[in-house]
């Protein structure tokens, strides 16, 4: 069973640097596809940022795009999530996930991904 671990999260204010880190049981980030999901209270969960195995491509959502880096450090088990010029709306748990299979068009849907950690809670304050 993969168990996937988050951590780095806080009460941080606006704007600066965020590293988010998400470590695995085991070596799986050569073999899987993993993500990031963030989802704020009373809101559904949305895609953050997505690293596809095969094609070696990142994705980021919209909201993150230029803002957020996502890399792995495949050594240390661990994937990481850089925030920069973080806003108030970036609120959120953030979770990391990862599946075995996953295609091009359902990067950005929960429901692909069969592992989850249990989240790290970010609240940007302004």
């Known amino acids: 069973q993969v168990q996937l671990v988050e951590s780095g999260g806080g009460l941080v204010p606006i704007g600066g640097l965020l590293r988010l880190s998400c470590k695995a049981s085991?070596?799986?980030?050569?073999?899987?596809?993993v993500s990031w999901f963030r989802q704020a209270p009373g809101k559904d969960r949305e895609f953050v940022a997505g690293?596809?195995?095969?094609?070696?491509?990142?994705y980021y959502a919209e909201p993150v795009k230029g803002r957020f880096t996502m890399s792995r450090a495949s050594t240390k088990n661990a994937i990481y999530l850089e925030m920069n010029s973080r806003k108030v709306e970036d609120t959120a748990v953030y979770y990391c996930?990862?599946?075995?299979?996953?295609?091009?068009?359902?990067?950005?849907?929960?429901?692909?991904?069969?592992?989850w950690g249990r989240g790290t809670q970010v609240t940007v304050s302004s």
């Open positions: 996930a990862a599946t075995r299979t996953l295609i091009s068009s359902a990067v950005g849907q929960p429901t692909a991904y069969q592992y």
């Open positions: 085991e070596g799986i980030f050569n073999t899987y596809s």
């Open positions: 690293y596809k195995r095969s094609g070696h491509t990142t």
